[in-house]
C-alpha cells in the first residue's frame, strides 16, 4: 500500500516541486551554442537584458568580433560544435574560464534538404546529425557534472515543431528534432533528482538565416515569424517554467501532427 502511494504519488509531487521552481532570468552565467544568428544571438541579447552573463559560439569569426563590439559584455567563443575535440575543448575552458556556468543552451543548427530519390551524400547527411543531434548529446554529458551542484542549473534544448510534423524535404533535419525531442524527455527524466531543470524550446518557422545555404537571395525570408515574436514567446515560457514550450504554430503541429502531415508537406512538394 505504501510503496503504491509512493510510485503513484511521490513523482506528481516532485514535479509539482519542480514546476512552482520559476526560472530567473537574471544572475544566470549562460552558454549558449550557435548564438552568431537568429535564435541563439536572440536568446543572448535577452538573457543579457535580463541581467545574466552570456557566453555565446559560432564558427564564423568575423559575426563573432562584430557582435562583441556591439554588446562588450558578452563573451565570445569560436567553436565548431561539429567537432567533438572542439566540443571537449570548449567544456574544458568553460570549467577554467567560467566555472559559474550554470545554464547550457543546445541551440546551434544546420537545416539540410534530403531526397532519396536523388541519392544522399553521406558526408553531408552524417555533419547534419553531428551538429543537431550527437553534439547535444556530447555536450550535455561533458557539462552534467559541471552543472550538478550549480545554482539553478539548467539545460535548454532548442528542438522544433518539424519534431511532430515533418517536412519531407528535409527529412533528415526533421528526424534529428525528432530524436532532440525524445533524448530530452529522457534527460528530463534521468536528471530529475539533481537540480538541473531540463526544458525543451520548439519554436515554430522563425525568419532566421537557416537554410540560407540553400537560397541564392540570402535577404529572402523562408516566411517564418519574425524574431521578435518568438523570443518573446520563449522567454516568457521559460519564466513561467514551461518545460516543454511549443511556441506559436508548433503547438498545433505538435497537438495534431497526422492532420497536419499532408497540409504541411502539399506546401512545400517540389
Ligand atoms: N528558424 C527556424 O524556423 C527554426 C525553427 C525550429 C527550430 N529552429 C532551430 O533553432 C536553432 C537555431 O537556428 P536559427 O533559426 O537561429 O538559424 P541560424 O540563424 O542559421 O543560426 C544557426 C546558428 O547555429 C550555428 N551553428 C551551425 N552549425 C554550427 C557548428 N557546427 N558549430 C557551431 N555553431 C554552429 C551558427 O553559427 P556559425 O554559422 O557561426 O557556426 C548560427 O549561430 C537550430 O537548432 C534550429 O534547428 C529554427
Known amino acids: 500500500m505504501f510503496a503504491n502511494y509512493r510510485t503513484v504519488f511521490l513523482p506528481i509531487f516532485v514535479s509539482h516541486i519542480i514546476k512552482n521552481k520559476k526560472m530567473n532570468l537574471s544572475g544566470n552565467t549562460i552558454l549558449i551554442t550557435g548564438g552568431t544568428s537568429g535564435i541563439g544571438l536572440a536568446f543572448a541579447e535577452e538573457f543579457l537584458k535580463a541581467g545574466s552573463k552570456v557566453i555565446i559560439t559560432g564558427r564564423r569569426v568575423d559575426r563573432l568580433e562584430a557582435i562583441k563590439s556591439r554588446l562588450s559584455q558578452i563573451v565570445t567563443k569560436v567553436s565548431d560544435v561539429a567537432d567533438a575535440a572542439q566540443r571537449i575543448e570548449l567544456a574544458e575552458w568553460i570549467s577554467k574560464n567560467h566555472p559559474d556556468t550554470n545554464i547550457l543552451v543546445n541551440n546551434a543548427g544546420v537545416q ?3 531526397d532519396f530519390n536523388r541519392g544522399i551524400d553521406l558526408e553531408r547527411i552524417g555533419s547534419e546529425i553531428e551538429t543537431n543531434l550527437t553534439a547535444p548529446i ?13 545554482k539553478d542549473a539548467a539545460i535548454i534544448n532548442v528542438t522544433s515543431g518539424l519534431a ?3 517536412i519531407a524535404m ?3 533535419y526533421c528526424a534529428t528534432k525528432a530524436a532532440m525531442h525524445s533524448l530530452t524527455l529522457s534527460l528530463r527524466y534521468q536528471l530529475k533528482e539533481t537540480g538541473i531543470a531540463v526544458y525543451e524550446i520548439i519554436p515554430p518557422s522563425v525568419d532566421t538565416e537557416l537554410g540560407h545555404d540553400r537560397r541564392d ?3 529572402q525570408s523562408h516566411g517564418g515569424i519574425p524574431i521578435a515574436e518568438f523570443i518573446e514567446g520563449a522567454m516568457a515560457a521559460l519564466k513561467n517554467d514551461e518545460y ?11 497537438a495534431k501532427r497526422e492532420e497536419v502531415f499532408e497540409q504541411l508537406n502539399s506546401r512545400f512538394a517540389g
Open 244 to 254: 516543454e514550450a511549443a511556441i506559436g504554430m508548433s503547438t498545433g503541429l505538435r
Open 217 to 219: 537571395d540570402k535577404s
Open 112 to 114: 539540410l534538404i534530403t
Open 170 to 172: 528535409m527529412a533528415v
Open 138 to 150: 556530447h555536450l550535455t554529458s561533458l557539462f552534467v557534472p559541471h552543472l550538478k551542484g550549480k
Open 164 to 166: 511532430f510534423v515533418p
